[in-house]
């Protein structure tokens, strides 16, 4: 999925990736804000029609729970967002969550012990992850082969251990992980919050997100600035796969279960808010304020049609709708991007 965007080497030996001329002397949050002003408004412009359309859409319960809703697809898109970067992509995520989620609930039963648990379920992603990269990174197959591999293999994991049935947890404590609060809001979202905040940090503040950035540019560049592409592509997978693993911890701990079918689907969902979110597909473009923004569309967009109880077929033909524009969105900028 790589492109052929021009780049360049800055001091220091890193590199990043090329803007318009007329963007060059303003600050990076400066640029940020400026190329994702305008996802901005339509976030702006749709919240408040839907606060106004929907009667129940702007109260205080209501946006709990739609901010707790987001919480599984926000967290784990910080980390896609990465992926996309690099210029790569994953299927295996929803794969991941739910062999997270049974591998916790086993070992938590099994041992007795939360933190066992909760570890052995990370773990368990972590490894998945680092195994993706690995794959893609040693043997030059396409990411989107290699995870849709993956994605059939560890659902086939997450059967097996758990015996083909959701797993029920025996240790009360579990639960705690998904429904403790601090200042109102629930861990998951504390969690969303975070990985929001480390991953914006890693990407525009740190060596390592200026290679993954110039590495989805241009790899080929990059390897010859010094830039160690396996090693990265290992690093941003294997992070994918730790996010993932500890969002399936939360949702098994939500949920009371471990369910080797849950999060069907889901991959889509992550790809669609990063695409919406202003990443590119090709790599080497990647905002955090858009991710999040891409994220609450999604979030209002799926919350508003259940109030308005519509019918789930018709929220599949609404979601893939929103990814095709998505997609379109996308070709759009970069068309944008090579005509500057």
Same mark, same amino acid.
């Given at each position: 999925?790589?492109?052929?965007?021009?780049?360049?080497?800055?001091?220091?030996?890193?590199?990043?990736?090329?803007?318009?001329?007329?963007?060059?002397?303003?600050?990076?949050?400066?640029?940020?804000?400026?190329?994702?002003?305008?996802?901005?408004?339509?976030?702006?412009?749709?919240?408040i029609a839907?606060?106004?359309?929907?009667?129940?859409?702007?109260?205080?319960?209501?946006?709990?729970?739609?901010?707790?809703?987001?919480?599984?697809?926000?967290?784990?898109?910080?980390?896609?967002?990465?992926?996309?970067?690099?210029?790569?992509?994953?299927?295996?995520?929803?794969?991941?969550?739910?062999?997270?989620?049974?591998?916790?609930?086993?070992?938590?039963?099994?041992?007795?012990?939360?933190?066992?648990? @909760? *570890? +052995? #379920? &990370?773990?368990?992603?972590? $490894?998945?992850?680092?195994?993706? %990269?690995?794959?893609?990174?040693?043997? !030059? =197959?396409?990411?989107?082969?290699?995870?849709?591999?993956?994605?059939?293999?560890?659902?086939?994991?997450?059967?097996?251990?758990?015996?083909?049935?959701?797993?029920?947890?025996?240790?009360?404590?579990?639960?705690?992980?998904?429904?403790?609060?601090?200042?109102?809001?629930?861990?998951?979202?504390?969690?969303?919050?975070?990985?929001?905040?480390?991953?914006?940090?890693?990407?525009?503040?740190?060596?390592?997100?200026?290679?993954?950035l110039a590495?989805?540019?241009?790899?080929?560049?990059? @390897? *010859? +600035? #010094? &830039?160690?592409?396996?090693? $990265?592509?290992?690093?941003?997978? %294997?992070?994918?796969?730790?996010?993932? !693993? =500890?969002?399936?911890?939360?949702?098994?701990?939500?949920?009371?279960?471990?369910?080797?079918?849950?999060?069907?689907?889901?991959?889509?969902?992550?790809?669609?808010?990063?695409?919406?979110?202003?990443?590119?597909?090709?790599?080497?473009?990647?905002?955090?304020?858009?991710?999040?923004?891409?994220?609450?569309?999604?979030?209002?967009?799926?919350?508003?049609?259940?109030?308005?109880?519509?019918?789930?077929?018709?929220?599949?033909?609404?979601?893939?709708?929103?990814?095709?524009?998505?997609?379109?969105?996308?070709?759009?900028k970069q068309?944008?991007?090579?005509?500057?």
């Amino acid at each position: 999925m790589s492109s052929n965007k021009s780049v360049h080497a800055a001091e220091g030996g890193q590199m990043e990736t090329a803007r318009p001329s007329g963007r060059q002397g303003l600050i990076k949050p400066l640029r940020t804000l400026l190329d994702t002003s305008g996802l901005i408004a339509i976030f702006i412009v749709l919240f408040i029609a839907l606060a106004v359309a929907i009667p129940d859409f702007l109260t205080s319960r209501n946006m709990v729970g739609l901010l707790l809703s987001v919480t599984i697809i926000g967290t784990i898109a910080t980390t896609m967002m990465m992926v996309l970067a690099l210029g790569e992509v994953d299927l295996s995520v929803a794969s991941i969550v739910a062999f997270a989620g049974v591998s916790a609930a086993v070992v938590t039963s099994a041992s007795g012990s939360v933190v066992i648990g @909760a *570890l +052995a #379920g &990370v773990a368990a992603g972590a $490894l998945v992850g680092m195994f993706n %990269g690995f794959v893609v990174a040693r043997f !030059g =197959i396409n990411s989107l082969i290699a995870t849709l591999a993956a994605m059939e293999f560890v659902r086939g994991l997450a059967y097996i251990t758990s015996g083909g049935d959701a797993v029920m947890i025996t240790v009360p404590g579990f639960f705690e992980l998904g429904s403790a609060s601090f200042l109102g809001l629930t861990l998951p979202v504390w969690t969303m919050i975070i990985c929001f905040v480390i991953f914006g940090f890693v990407l525009n503040l740190t060596a390592f997100g200026r290679n993954v950035l110039a590495t989805g540019g241009n790899p080929e560049a990059a @390897a *010859l +600035a #010094g &830039v160690n592409v396996r090693r $990265l592509k290992i690093i941003v997978f %294997g992070l994918q796969g730790l996010v993932a !693993g =500890i969002a399936g911890v939360l949702l098994t701990s939500r949920m009371g279960l471990g369910d080797p079918n849950t999060s069907m689907g889901l991959e889509l969902a992550v790809i669609s808010a990063c695409v919406l979110g202003g990443v590119a597909l090709s790599g080497g473009v990647a905002s955090i304020t858009g991710v999040l923004v891409g994220v609450l569309i999604m979030g209002c967009v799926q919350n508003a049609m259940g109030l308005l109880n519509v019918p789930t077929f018709y929220q599949y033909l609404v979601r893939g709708a929103i990814l095709l524009l998505a997609v379109l969105f996308d070709r759009w900028k970069q068309q944008r991007r090579q005509r500057a």
